[in-house]
């Protein structure tokens, strides 16, 4: 069966500092990978997707970046974090035109 | 830009009670997706709908997909503290069968009291 596993659960991290949220797929080959950024009770947005290996396409500016180094590997980074980075970020996969499959997601504050 | 609006924001209900959730949109979505979500969790896919006037039922819950599939329902008959949770609509367009990106609705937040 397939899994999705997204760690850490929970991240506090000073302002200025790195990020490196890993997003892992079992069980299934070429997903496409999702990230979502979510506020509080609401909506998704959609930050990055990807394809395929190395395939990075970007939805909205902003101080992340993604990478896709494995099939199944989904990593989403920031080289300097700013307070409006923080909020609930979910990983996702799925094939094609099927529903997705969300990771339980990272709560990152930012401090 | 597609967009998906859905009404009510918020619902607090008593147990028993029935209620409707709608999602609205000026575009046509190849297909619509209803999520639930709990506090902590990632959304969990309740339903895919894709042909217009399709109705799905799971349980006490029932989906339709609007017949120009620009809009869609979500009814909750005789709900239960058990279906309290955020609710997310999130619609596919035809440009994107390769990428699988889905739009989604700014949520419901559905309270049911015992």
């Known amino acids: 069966s397939q899994t999705i596993h997204q760690w850490p659960a929970t991240l506090v991290q000073p302002v200025g500092s790195p990020l490196s949220l890993e997003c892992t797929v079992e069980g299934t080959s070429n997903p496409n990978l999702y990230w979502y950024r979510q506020a509080a009770g609401r909506g998704l947005q959609l930050l990055f997707y990807?394809?395929?290996?190395?395939?990075i396409s970007s939805e909205v500016p902003q101080n992340l970046s993604a990478s896709r180094p494995q099939d199944r590997q989904f990593i989403l980074s920031s080289k300097k974090l700013l307070l409006s980075d923080s909020g609930f970020y979910l990983c996702a996969w799925s094939v094609k035109a099927f529903g997705y499959t969300f990771g339980s997601g990272t709560r990152l504050t930012v401090v | 830009t597609q967009l998906l609006e859905q009404s009510p924001q918020f619902l607090s209900i008593q147990e028993g009670e029935n209620l409707t959730v709608y999602c609205n949109s000026s575009s046509v979505f190849s297909s619509l997706q209803w999520y639930r979500q709990e506090p902590g969790e990632g959304p969990v896919l309740l339903v895919t709908v894709v042909t217009g006037g399709e109705v799905k039922k799971l349980k006490r819950l029932t989906f339709q997909f609007g017949d120009a599939r620009k809009d869609s329902s979500l009814h909750i008959t005789a709900a239960q503290p058990g279906d309290t949770g955020l609710y997310l609509c999130?619609?596919?367009?035809?440009?994107?069968?390769?990428?699988?990106?889905?739009?989604f609705g700014q949520g419901t937040t559905l309270q049911v009291k015992p």
């Open positions: 999130a619609g596919r367009s035809g440009g994107s069968s390769n990428t699988g990106k889905l739009i």
């Open positions: 990807s394809v395929g290996i190395g395939q």
